[in-house]
């Protein structure tokens, strides 16, 4: 399992605006030559960590996008305990 997995597969809910590295970008996944931001895997039994930022309005409650989103990480890697962060929301003002 791959950090970049989970992190497209995250990136592919439609609530979803972006990574979030959290505070002091501590939620990111170290490889060589480059970094996934806003996704940390530790090593099992430690937790799946996910940040994001989401789109607000969303068409559901921020509770249940962040069910989601644990739902859509453990089709990645599993069923480890997953957390998500929902480090900010961004308005949607509707515009393309």
Known sequence: MEPQQVADAVLAHPAVVRL???????VASYLPGHRVVGVRLGVAPE???VAVVLRWPSAAPLTEV???????VRAVVGEREVEVTVA?????????
């Open 20 to 26: 979030d590295g959290g505070p002091f970008g501590t």
């Open 47 to 49: 937790p799946v960590e």
């Open 66 to 72: 962040a069910a989601q989103i644990v739902d859509v």
């Open 88 to 96: 900010d929301t961004e308005l949607d003002t509707g515009r393309g």
